[in-house]
């Protein structure tokens, strides 16, 4: 991760944003007027430079954010930005709930929500996508998530008509957690907390003793054993 004396300086983007504007006589709510007079969006794909550069390039006007500072900061930056899609906050979340749909519609989906540091995600996507390769070429690896926070889904999508059963499934998810736990010392619950697909790895991880104060904690608040699932521990 970039240190925090080295982050872009984002006032001083957005000053230069602001200059930019004014210099090319433009509202400062990102909105301007192209030579034939019809009033274009800065969201929208158009020659922001007037074609000095030979073409276009994509617009992103609005209040600077991480994604500004991603952009200042991909010359430096210690992994390939370059297939790197930055987009708005309002204009992503679409596409990013529209992953989850398409890779059910995809077949069938064995999924894991963990987290690492951040600094090791390019590794932990690489060294998953090997172990995947290599256990079940018949799959398709899928990664997505939310890299700021160290969390990633890593989902390991079987073609319909493929038979995925409990071992299949309990494998994959062994495989999976070994890389993140094992090799990158991260978690095999990152977001959504302590479920049946993950009880196993929580067993196998947490010292006799805090397990021992759960199930007293548990036993105490719920002496019938009715709450949650019974698969979780």
Known sequence: PTPHNQLPDLQAINAHRMNARTANNEPANGQRTDGEGTERNGAHRQCADGGRTGGCRPRCDGPVGS?????AAAGSA??????????PPARAWAPRHSISEGLARAGTVVGHDVAVPRAALPA????????????WPEATFADFGHW?????????????????GDDVVDAVHDA???????????????EHGIGPANAAW??????PVAVALRTSLRTACDPLGILGHPGLP
């Open 67 to 71: 994604g500004d500072a991603l952009v």
């Open 78 to 87: 210690p992994v390939d930005t370059s297939a790197a899609l930055l987009l």
């Open 124 to 135: 932990l996507v690489s060294d998953t996508a090997a172990v995947v390769a290599a256990g």
């Open 148 to 164: 700021g926070d160290g969390g990633v889904h890593l989902n390991v999508v079987f073609p319909h008509g493929h038979p995925v």
């Open 176 to 190: 999976v957690f070994a890389v993140a736990v094992e090799q990158h010392g991260g978690t095999f619950s990152a």
């Open 202 to 207: 929580w067993r196998r991880t947490t010292p």
